[in-house]
């Protein structure tokens, strides 16, 4: 089963960029832009990610992106990412990206998205790995900062795919982002939102996201599962579930394999992503091991969530089609 999934041709959906820096470049980023790091070595820093919930790894989070400085370092970690990714047969990622995280200390947006966007066509071009760019809001800032983000990335618009809505969320509810996304969308662009896992107020952030933003997809949005409308108005709406086993269980009770389960079951569409890989110790790959092994999960269901993220990628349908079609013929043999 490990090998049929190297193989599985692979969509990830949810997926930070920030979250892929991996200690050893983040010190070989500080030594590039003269930043004295508070660790001695490597294994510090992984020492040092230890927490149990979403303010926890936040804090570590947030402190680590202070190496990325430059055009230079924004390429390198999305090159990083591109490489290991398509190692493990990712044909397609939509790749998070936080310019607030990065303008709010004095980098501007400009330097972010031009090392990350270089990046994804030299994948493309010499590794056979397409991906394109998701801005997200942090919703702990003000919702005028992230309307003013999004004024900022409209010269960049042909170069981002769409937007979404992370970090901390307790006290920070989709409406609070309202005429933002009402604004995204009219620009054209695809939306989704964080909905967290056993959040406070989860099942009515999800609501909110579904009934009053409008949604194009739901990342994480397990807690859904505890109100049969709110599964009703995902099935019956198609929307698309981007979950993250292997952070799930860093962040909250468990990998939360059974809640995966019941999605398939239920028919929704349901896929499973890497998150923050760097600093939850598994890319996707490891993240369908880990759910196989939890749940002894055939190789039929194991296809279905590829298809499942494929289905539901901002790709044209052409598109969807010839990676499906990949995926089947993988599936036959």
């Not at 607030?100 to 066509?121: E, K, Y």
């Not at 579930?241 to 952070?247: A, E, K, M, N, Q």
């Not at 760097?278 to 298809?307: I, P």
Request: with cysteine; net charge negative.
């Amino acid at each position: 089963m490990t090998d049929f999934i190297a193989g599985l041709p692979k969509c990830e959906l949810h997926l930070h960029i920030e979250g892929t820096l991996e200690p050893e470049l983040k010190f070989e980023l500080a030594e590039r832009n003269g930043i004295e790091l508070p660790y001695a070595s490597v294994e510090e820093i992984r020492a040092a990610y230890s927490f149990d919930d979403l303010p926890s790894f936040l804090k570590i989070y947030y402190e680590g992106m202070d190496v990325l400085r430059t055009e230079p370092d924004f390429y390198d970690l999305a090159m990083a990412y591109l490489r290991k990714a398509a190692s493990q047969n990712v044909r397609y990622a939509e790749i998070f990206f936080d310019p607030q995280a990065h303008t709010s200390r004095g980098v501007p947006f400009d330097i972010v998205i031009r090392g990350l966007r270089r990046a994804l066509i030299d994948a493309e071009n010499r590794l056979g790995i397409k991906a394109q760019l998701i801005m997200c809001f942090l919703r702990d800032f003000q919702a005028e900062y992230a309307m003013a983000t999004l004024l900022s990335s409209l010269p960049y618009r042909e170069w981002i795919v769409g937007v979404g809505l992370d970090s901390d969320e307790k006290g920070n509810p989709p409406v609070k982002f309202k005429a933002v996304y009402e604004r995204a969308r009219q620009e054209g662009y695809l939306l989704t939102m964080h909905c967290d896992v056993d959040q406070e107020n989860s099942t009515e952030h999800i609501r909110q996201a579904i009934e009053e933003i409008g949604v194009d997809r739901i990342d994480h949005g397990v807690n859904s599962l505890e109100d049969p409308a709110l599964v009703e108005a995902i099935r019956a709406r198609g929307l698309g579930l981007t979950v993250c086993p292997i952070s799930n269980g860093y962040v909250t009770d468990s990998m939360k394999a059974d809640a995966i389960r019941r999605m398939l079951d239920l028919g929704l569409r349901v896929t499973v992503n890497s998150d923050d890989p760097a600093y939850f110790a598994g890319y996707v790959q490891e993240n369908l091991v880990a759910l196989a092994d939890a749940l002894s999960l055939s190789r039929e269901d194991l296809v279905q969530l590829e298809r499942n993220a494929f289905e539901i990628t901002w790709l044209p349908r052409h598109v969807k089609d010839a990676y499906l079609a990949e995926l089947d013929a993988y599936a036959a043999r």
